[in-house]
C-alpha cells in the first residue's frame, strides 16, 4: 500500500516509515521544508505525483500547561489537519490516519481511568487543539473515509523533549534534586517509541480493512504515581526528591485500554523499569558524549 507520512521525520514518523517499509509498504514522508501543511497547493501538490492510499498525520506543534504559541500550535494541528484531511478527500483517498492525543480528555480520578467515550476536557491548547480536528474528522468518516484516530499518552525515547523521567535522570544525573507537584498522587501512563511505532502500524492495517467510520484508539500503558516514578529513578541513581505545591500540574490522566487492546490487537512490550533503563543508558552517554 502507498502511505503519505505528513511529520514523516519526526520522533515518530522516522521509525514508523522504517517499519512500514520492512512490512513492504512504499511509503513517502512530507515534512518542511519541502511540504507545508499550512500550503493547500503544497499538500494538493504531494498528492497527485504519489496517489497515496492512506495518509498518516504525525505533523504537530506541541505545548504544555503554559504555552504561549497559542496560534501556532491551533494552526498547524487544526487548521493545518483539516487542510491535509480534506485535500486528502478531494483526491479520493479513503483512509486517513491521525495522531491525536490522550490530553483530549484532560484529566481524572485515579479511580476512573478515561475510556474512548469520555467527553473532551482539554487542559491546554494542545489537547484542544487534538480535540478540534477530531470533530472535524468527524465529519469526512460520515462522508466516506475510513479514519483511524489514536490518543497516545506520552511517549519516551530519544527525544529533545523533556518530559518527566527524562528530566527526573538528567536533574539526578546532575546531582540535583527532582521536584515533584502537589503529594504526587496523580497518575501518569508512559509507552516507548517502538510500542507507539507498532500501535501506528496496526492502525494503518486496521483502517485498511474497514469500511468507511470513525475508530479511536488509546495507546497507553504503565501507570504509576508521579511520586513512585521520581522514587524509583532515586533509588536507582541516588538522588533526592521534594515536593512542592502545584495546583495546575498535579493532575491525573491515565486510560481504560481494555476496548482499545482488545481491538486493535495491542499492548506494551516495555514497563516502566525498562524504559528507566533505557532512559539512563541513554543519558549518561549524551552527558559523557557532550
Not at 499538500?43 to 500547561?65: D, Q, R, T, Y
Amino acid at each position: 500500500m502507498k502511505i503519505a507520512l505528513a511529520g514523516g521525520n519526526g520522533f515518530i514518523g522516522m521509525p514508523l516509515a522504517k517499519r512500514l517499509r520492512s512490512d513492504g509498504h512504499e511509503i513517502q514522508s512530507w515534512d518542511l521544508p519541502g511540504f507545508d501543511i499550512l500550503d493547500r497547493g503544497s499538500i494538493s501538490h504531494h498528492l497527485e505525483s504519489f496517489e497515496p492510499a492512506c495518509v498518516v498525520n504525525l505533523a504537530a506543534v506541541l505545548g504544555g500547561m503554559n504555552a504561549k504559541n497559542i496560534r501556532e500550535i491551533f494552526g498547524v494541528n487544526f487548521v493545518g489537519n483539516l487542510n491535509l484531511v480534506d485535500a486528502a478527500a478531494v483526491a479520493g483517498v479513503k483512509r486517513f490516519v491521525f495522531a491525536s492525543s490522550l490530553t483530549v480528555h484532560g484529566s481524572n480520578e485515579p479511580a476512573h481511568p478515561v475510556s474512548l467515550a469520555s467527553p473532551f476536557n482539554p487542559r491546554h491548547a494542545y489537547g484542544a487543539s487534538k480535540a478540534a480536528s477530531e470533530f472535524a474528522l468527524r465529519e469526512y468518516a460520515k462522508q466516506g473515509m475510513s479514519v483511524c484516530v489514536l490518543r497516545p499518552t506520552i511517549i519516551l525515547g530519544e527525544t529533545k523533549i523533556d518530559h518527566a523521567p527524562i528530566d527526573f535522570i538528567r536533574t539526578m544525573l546532575r546531582g540535583g534534586e527532582v521536584e515533584i507537584f502537589g503529594t504526587g498522587e496523580h497518575e501518569r501512563e508512559w509507552i516507548w517509541i517502538d510500542d507507539a511505532v507498532d500501535g501506528f502500524a496496526r492502525a494503518i492495517e486496521f483502517t485498511a480493512a474497514r469500511d468507511p467510520g470513525y475508530y479511536p484508539f488509546f495507546l497507553s500503558g504503565n501507570r504509576i504515581r508521579m511520586k513512585d516514578l521520581a522514587e524509583r529513578i532515586a533509588a536507582r541513581l541516588g538522588g533526592r526528591v521534594k515536593f512542592v505545591p502545584s495546583q495546575a500540574q498535579a493532575f491525573t490522566l491515565t486510560a481504560d485500554m481494555t476496548e482499545s487492546a482488545a481491538r486493535l490487537g495491542w499492548s506494551v512490550s516495555r514497563d516502566i523499569n525498562a524504559m528507566i533503563e533505557l532512559l539512563i543508558q541513554w543519558l549518561q552517554s549524551d552527558a559523557h558524549g557532550s
